[in-house]
């Protein structure tokens, strides 16, 4: 399992689950800006060649010159990639491209590939109080390369059979990341996303994840909510573009909750 960490040696936490739809891009979006709402400075790191954390901000991966592919194939410097979020003061984005696909590939030919983003982030861990990674929604080079560079691991599930199971597979892959390349990575918990209280379902999966696997589950559950959905589309978190939502105030106090555990308040 590694040396036990310390509070003062989390920094980097990682969001995975490798079952799609279980909202990992809403919630680094929404933990990142709910952190630099509560004065932290965050880097969030879009690791998926989808682009959707960048999409999301408002930002067209389109027009970007440079992103975390140049990052991790051309060896560019983070700091000359990260770009300010918009209307959020303490917020940084490492954004993606579909050309981040290209570097997955790339990666596969290279001796050290799994530690790749991690010696990257090391020379902007100084700038920033937490680090967010947003990994794809697979298991192959660039989610280990997240969980490599990760302190501490966050898992979103939607309360479903299937996105138990999914659990199951992750904690396989971080058993290996230990083995091999990162022996220090914890499970920070479980987070249930999409909730919807009044089904007997959804309490019996949320309910049973933490036991079958012997892990945290996070509180509050964030609720179901159209505005999730409209938020993308504005560039904007539901934090901004539905400030007094159920779903906002869910972020707000699960962000809080991730400051502390990381040892940054």
Known sequence: MGAPYTPESMKVAAVANQKGG?????????LSVAMAEQGQRVLAVDLDPQACLTYS?????????S?????????????DVVVPVRDVEGLSLLPATIDLAGAEVHLLTKTGREHVLRR????????????LIDCPPSLGVLTINGLTAADGVLIPLQCEALSNRGVGQ????????RLFANSDVRVLGVLATMFDGRT????HVLDGVGQ??????WQ????KSVRFAESPMVGRSILQHAPNSPGAAAYRELAGHLVRVMGSE
């Open 200 to 203: 007997r379902h959804s309490r």
């Open 120 to 131: 990257a982030l090391e020379s902007v861990l100084a700038d920033y109080d937490v680090l």
């Open 212 to 217: 079958r696997y012997g892990l945290e589950v």
């Open 57 to 65: 901000f408002g930002i067209d991966p389109d027009s970007l010159d």
């Open 170 to 177: 992750l904690l396989e892959t971080i058993d290996d990341v």
């Open 67 to 79: 992103s975390l592919h140049d990052v991790l194939v051309r060896r560019t410097k983070v700091s």
């Open 22 to 30: 279980v909202a990992k891009t809403t919630t680094v979006q929404s």
């Open 220 to 223: 509050p559950p964030v609720p």
